[in-house]
């Protein structure tokens, strides 16, 4: 009878529990699943906007940008009254605003991140000692989370090795801010490779940029080529367009779904294992092909790694399972004969007394 | 007493193991790339691909050099088989194949030094050097310089089909070559054929 009570005490308990929750809930109009959201650590801010900003809001900026842009474009630098401006300075910081358009900044206006004496012209203010930096916010100001992800990685990679290099290398030696396109936006490989390959090659292989920017730290900034370096892949040329540099130059994470880090390794910690890429559990499908549309009709068809097929035959990794196994049945059957016909050979000589 | 006849001049000699030696690498380095890490390739990937790359372009040029060889000596008769008692002919070889070699039947076809094939053989090795090989040939000089090859097909890339044809004729001719050792063995004795093609003679009984 006590036990009884008891335990009619507790699911009373628990049950108004429920309800009081599940009043909560219905309250604050929610759902559980969109608690359960909420709980999660929130997504890097900025957060991404689901709907598609007012074509007020995007006429209002377009109008506050066009300022900026008329002078800071190619056709603005022609136009630009000469009495004014410094024509010869102007042509040296000119943006392109259809590359803006296409990037993920697009939509911001040139003075969220331009503040202060930016805003009007003639830009007041002492000159810069960093061309563009000054009064520019760093994208710590808005990617606080991702830049302290990020910060600490390319410190420890192969541009943090010179301290003098790593005191000039920066996001933006890497990214343009006009311009850059994240994987998850681009999702074409091919777009992402030459993106993300131009950023490293703009360096790598330009002897003028990388002689500018190592200039007064590296005596004699002569770099070996970077086909020479990479001679291993057999033909690096076909590599360059068809995977990205940090796919050998970043480590690769537990979990795949995290986004790539920012540890550029340097040559010694650098994969050169073919295998990585050239074998069935390829390295490339959870990389760069990771927003890639999915190939249903070639994996039904057989092959592995189909999403891989729209931009390239990976050897090793976009073999088809199925002619394989019918490949190997046309061995079997040709070695099989083989063994019957040696088997008939043997019994036919024992039969007719060693002759043949 | 037994006699023998010049049948194989030394350039074909040369030619066919060399033809031999590159096929047998061919294959070897182009199954380890293509099983590359489940454990089934015999050589490294980065190996491989020089070994593959090397003999590929080598049987490349050693191919041309066939053709004008075999057009210019006249050699290319060997592969052409008479069409007059072909079925005749055919149906005689396929019987000693299958039944009168385990019997010791003689081999219904001595060769010559114009004809060292028999109707069979030539047949097969017609196939196999006019249609198999510069097929496997060709696709795979696509797959060695890409621009060659179509940029895309059915929404894939053109290499896709290209390496499909690569492999798939490249498994024939392994199956091929692997019977054609095998009939190598059934000579007069299991050794007098592959005499024949170190020596050129051919010993008749
Ligand atoms: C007996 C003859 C040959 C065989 C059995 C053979 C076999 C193979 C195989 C199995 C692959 C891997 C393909 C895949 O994973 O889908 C391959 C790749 C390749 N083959 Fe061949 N092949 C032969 C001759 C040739 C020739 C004559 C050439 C060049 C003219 C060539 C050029 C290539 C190339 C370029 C690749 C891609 C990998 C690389 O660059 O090495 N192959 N071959």
């Not at chain 2, 050792?181 to 051919?202: E, P, R």
Request: net charge negative.
């Amino acid at each position: 009878m006590k036990c009884d009570l008891r335990s009619t005490v507790k699911t009373i308990t628990f049950g108004a529990g429920i309800l009081f929750l599940a009043g909560i809930l219905v309250a604050t109009g929610q759902t559980p699943q969109a608690m359960a959201q909420q709980t999660e650590p929130a997504a890097e801010e900025p957060q991404q906007e689901d709907a598609k900003p007012s074509p007020e809001a995007v006429a209002a900026v377009n109008a506050k940008n066009a300022e900026c842009l008329s002078c800071h474009t190619e056709a603005g630098a022609v136009t630009a009254d000469p009495t004014i401006v410094d024509l010869e300075a102007l042509s040296k910081v000119l943006i392109d605003p259809v590359a803006m358009q296409a990037s993920n900044h697009t939509g911001m206006t040139c003075i969220s991140c331009h503040v202060g004496s930016y805003e009007g012209f003639p830009h007041s203010g002492p000159l810069q000692e960093v061309p563009g930096r000054h009064e520019t916010l760093d994208c710590v100001e808005c990617h606080s989370l991702q830049t302290w992800r990020i910060e600490p990685q390319v410190a420890h990679g192969a541009h943090g090795q010179n301290p003098k290099v790593f005191e000039r290398f920066d996001c933006n030696s890497c990214h343009d801010s006009h311009v850059f396109q994240s994987a998850s936006k681009l999702k074409d490989p091919v777009e992402i490779i030459a993106q993300d390959n131009g950023m490293c090659l703009s360096c790598h292989d330009s002897e003028l940029r990388f002689a500018e920017f190592t200039a007064g730290i590296i005596p004699v900034p002569e770099q070996p080529d970077i086909n020479v370096i990479h001679q291993f892949l057999a033909d690096p040329e076909r590599h360059w367009s068809s995977v990205r540099c940090i796919e050998c130059h970043t480590p690769a994470s537990e979990t795949p779904t995290l986004n790539i880090s920012h540890k550029i390794l340097t040559k010694e910690e650098a994969r050169r294992d073919c295998v990585t890429c050239h074998s069935a559990d390829t390295h490339l499908s959870a990389s760069l092909y990771r927003y890639a549309a999915e190939q249903r009709d070639a994996e039904d068809a057989g092959f592995e790694n189909a999403q891989l097929l729209s931009k390239a035959y990976v050897v090793g990794a976009t073999r088809n399972t199925k002619v394989d196994q019918l490949g190997m049945a046309l061995l079997a059957l040709i070695l099989a004969g083989i063994a019957l016909h040696i088997l008939g050979r043997v019994i036919g000589r024992l039969m007719t007394g060693g002759k043949e | 007493m037994t006699q023998r006849i010049f049948i194989l001049p030394i350039w074909i000699r040369l030619w066919h193991w060399t033809n031999a030696a590159l096929m047998i690498l061919l294959a070897i380095s182009g199954a380890s790339m293509h099983f590359s890490g489940t454990g089934w390739g015999i050589l490294r990937f980065e190996t491989a691909v020089k070994i593959h790359n090397f003999c590929g372009v080598t049987l490349l040029w050693l191919y041309g050099l066939f053709i004008l060889a075999n057009l210019f000596s006249g050699n290319l008769g060997r592969y052409l088989p008479e069409m007059k008692g072909f079925i005749g002919k055919s149906w005689k070889q396929i019987k000693f194949y299958c039944w009168g070699i385990f019997v010791g039947a003689p081999d219904p076809y001595e060769p010559t030094r114009e004809a060292s094939h028999n109707t069979l053989q030539q047949v097969m090795y017609w196939a196999v050097m006019y249609i198999l090989v510069p097929i496997v040939l060709i696709s795979g000089a696509m797959f060695l310089w890409p621009n060659l090859a179509p940029k895309e097909v059915l929404g894939l890339d053109g290499l896709v089909p290209v390496a499909l044809v690569h492999y798939v004729a490249g498994v024939v001719l392994f199956g091929f070559t692997l019977m054609h050792i095998y009939l190598g063995t059934t000579g007069h004795k299991i050794s007098s054929q592959f005499k024949t093609m170190v020596n050129g003679y051919h010993e008749m009984e």
